[in-house]
């Protein structure tokens, strides 16, 4: 018999935050591991330590900045701010489909449907004053997309709280990188104004050393996917999803050597996450099934398909090379912002999405191309044919298009995108 989860009725019922529900579920599950298998207990220390920081900062005297969207995250560290990444609250509570319904059914009750269900989610757990806390400030940048250019304002006047705005420029050319250089000291001014302190330039250092530590480690992860087999399953891409964006979180460290730690020793032992062996290296064009995870493991059992990479996680990671010249680190800023997922791929012009899809064909050895599309994503389904017809024409390579809801897991089950991509793989694919 399926054990209840008292927790998730509280929320259902308003008893319970989200903050507060996703928090002590993290600590459940890492203690439930340390009891069963502590080897594995290193893949929930990250998420008890960031839900934990965000859950306490305030009581802890820390000011906690919500955002939203690429921002200098390095900065709000080195004020010894506290960051949420908004998105963290849709994709930690994704499988959990009863939650995510009721937040993203209230939102549908007051705006527009048509709205992405992750910032239906964010939304609707205000609509509902589940989020357990009030930020003291709001930031957020004017990409990825029109829904979160609709929440996000919204979410501010809602919140009462001191909001600044990052405009992010269409193209990624010297002209924009001046343009958010200048607006990335105008967020120093606000955060100064905010917590009534200067920047103080060794605590920047410190939280750019931390920053260039993770993003190190990140792209030596990807790269540790080039090698055929893959040594990482694909879930561990979802779990990566949103680090880019927090880059300076000290906890981020141990997570990812020991990531990285077990990469290398399943390359060194001549293993892949296949264990019946690895037969498709899929590329996910576009999102991430974090409704249903387990789809994830079943295609590696079931047809030996792994997911080497998604086209908007990748994250190839821009480095602070010059610490001593402020400027040239504000400069590192701006492209990081125009470099993080999924903005690279999806908030410009089409080359830059073909631009990365040819560095990941031409260096992840993929034969297996699936453009997992989200419905809200409307921007980068305009794109699909482009896409498609780009690697059937470089790579003589198919494209399976299939329609999802990564964060409201109603919209198509978990065997109904099994299938659909069993299908193809079966069919479609010559290898």
Same mark, same amino acid.
Request: a negative charge.
């Given at each position: #018999? ?25 600590? %459940?599950?890492?203690?439930? +591991?340390?009891? @069963? ?20 900062? $305030?009581?802890?005297?820390? *000011? ?17 701010? $506290? ?31 048509? !709205? ?26 004017? =990409? ?31 002209? %924009? ?7 990335? *000291? ?27 530590? +993770? ?10 996917? @080039?090698? +055929? ?8 891409? /979802? &779990? ?21 730690? !077990? %990469? ?6 001549? #293993?892949?996450?296949? #264990?019946?062996?690895? *037969?498709?290296? #899929? ?10 995870? @387990? ?39 701006? /492209? *990081? ?30 034969? &297996?191309? =699936? ?61």
């Amino acid at each position: #018999m399926a054990m209840v989860d008292t927790d998730l009725l509280k929320v259902m019922s308003g008893e319970l935050s989200t903050t507060d529900y996703i928090a002590n579920q993290c600590e %459940g599950k890492l203690a439930h +591991t340390l009891n @069963k298998d502590p080897d594995s207990a290193w893949i929930y220390d990250l998420q008890v330590a960031q839900w934990g920081q965000i859950r306490d900062a $305030q009581k802890n005297g820390k *000011k906690l900045i919500a955002f939203g969207g690429p921002m200098p995250v390095d900065i709000i560290y080195a004020f010894d701010c $506290q960051p949420y990444y908004l998105d963290q609250l849709p994709l930690s509570t994704a499988p959990k489909g009863d939650m995510n319904s009721k937040f993203v059914d209230l939102c549908e009750s007051k705006t527009n449907q048509s !709205m992405c269900s992750i910032d239906k989610v964010e939304l609707g757990a205000l609509l509902a004053d589940q989020y357990g806390l009030i930020p003291d400030a709001f930031v957020y940048s004017t =990409v990825p997309c029109d829904s979160s250019r609709i929440a996000y304002p919204i979410m501010g006047k809602m919140w009462g709280c001191p909001v600044f705005n990052i405009d992010l420029p269409f193209r990624r050319d010297a002209r %924009g990188v001046a343009y958010l250089v200048e607006q990335t *000291k105008e967020f120093i001014t606000f955060m100064e104004e905010l917590t009534g302190k200067k920047l103080d330039m060794d605590k920047m250092k410190a939280s750019m050393e931390i920053a260039n530590k +993770t993003n190190e480690l990140i792209g030596k992860i990807a790269d540790l996917r @080039k090698h +055929t087999p893959c040594p990482l399953p694909g879930m561990l891409l /979802v &779990t990566n999803a949103c680090m880019s964006g927090m880059a300076a979180d000290p906890a981020m460290i141990p997570f990812l050597e020991k990531e990285l730690e !077990m %990469g290398e020793m399943m390359i060194a032992m001549e #293993m892949g996450a296949c #264990m019946n062996g690895e *037969k498709y290296r #899929m590329l996910f064009l576009q999102n991430m099934l974090w409704t249903q995870l @387990k789809a994830y493991s079943y295609l590696e059992r079931e047809y030996g398909a792994i997911c080497i990479m998604d086209a908007l996680g990748h994250y190839h990671p821009d480095i602070y090379e010059n610490m001593s010249d402020f400027e040239d680190c504000l400069k590192v800023m701006a /492209v *990081k912002m125009m470099n993080l997922p999924m903005i690279h791929g999806a908030a410009g012009p089409v080359e830059y999405y073909c631009d990365r899809i040819t560095y990941l064909m031409d260096n992840f050895n993929i034969n &297996t191309s =699936v453009f997992l599309g989200h419905v809200g994503c409307k921007h980068t389904w305009a794109s699909t044919k482009i896409l498609s017809d780009f690697i059937q024409q470089k790579y003589d390579i198919p494209t399976l298009l299939i329609d999802v809801d990564c964060i409201d897991g109603r919209y198509k089950s978990a065997e109904e995108v099994q299938d659909a991509i069993g299908e193809y793989l079966t069919t479609v694919v010559r290898i």
